[in-house]
């Protein structure tokens, strides 16, 4: 059973953060704006209006991601280890019949058939159930951190000024070209990082 760990990087992918929303100038007074003296400015503006967050960072640096994903990958490794070692006690029950059913009777036999076909299907539940488990775990925290995120971006978004943050992953490119003038990334991360750490004292 291994950890769906790369659920938490959907996060990134699927975050699309819509800051502010603003009504957009008619056509008319965009044609005015573009003939007066501040044009330039006011296209400048626009032009950073929009930012982005490259989602692949953000999953690798943001100190409560790691955090989160450790916790993860501890509950799966344990539940691994145990299931290895409930498997293996099966095998010796296993292999310890078939050794010694030919000296038993056959109502012996029948009895110990019973015994091992249950035990085969608890171990075969005890997986399904801890699979499912860390799986249902692992869908409430990647809410909780999908909240978590976007109320952080809500706030740093109207602080900055900006309309939108976006999200671009190399690994599900939503957005084929990104300039790097836009992207926030660092001053994002550190300031979550910052704000988690205020959070934990």
Excluded: H
Aim: proline share 1%; glycine share 2%.
């Amino acid at each position: 059973m291994k950890t769906t760990w790369s659920t938490l990087s959907k996060i990134g992918t699927s975050l699309i953060v819509a800051a502010t929303v603003v009504a957009c100038n008619n056509k008319d007074q965009a044609k005015t704006e573009s003939k007066g003296p501040s044009a330039s400015a006011s296209a400048t503006e626009k032009a950073v209006e929009i930012v982005y967050v490259n989602s692949d960072s953000l999953v690798a640096n943001a100190d409560f991601y790691k955090e989160i994903r450790a916790q993860l990958e501890a509950k799966s490794k344990k539940a691994q280890t145990d299931l290895t070692s409930k498997g293996n006690a099966f095998q010796r029950e296993v292999a310890d019949y078939r050794q010694n059913a030919q000296t038993m009777s056959a109502d012996q036999r029948a009895v110990t058939e019973q015994r091992l076909a249950r035990k085969q299907q608890e171990l075969e539940a005890f997986n399904q159930n801890a699979s499912s488990a860390l799986a249902n775990e692992s869908a409430a925290e990647n809410a909780k951190l999908y909240d978590k995120v976007a109320d952080f971006l809500k706030g740093y978004a109207k602080d900055k000024g900006y309309k939108f943050v976006l999200t671009y992953s190399k690994t599900n490119p939503s957005i084929l070209y990104a300039d790097e003038k836009l992207d926030v990334t660092k001053e994002v991360v550190t300031k979550l990082n910052d704000s988690y750490k205020k959070e934990k004292k």
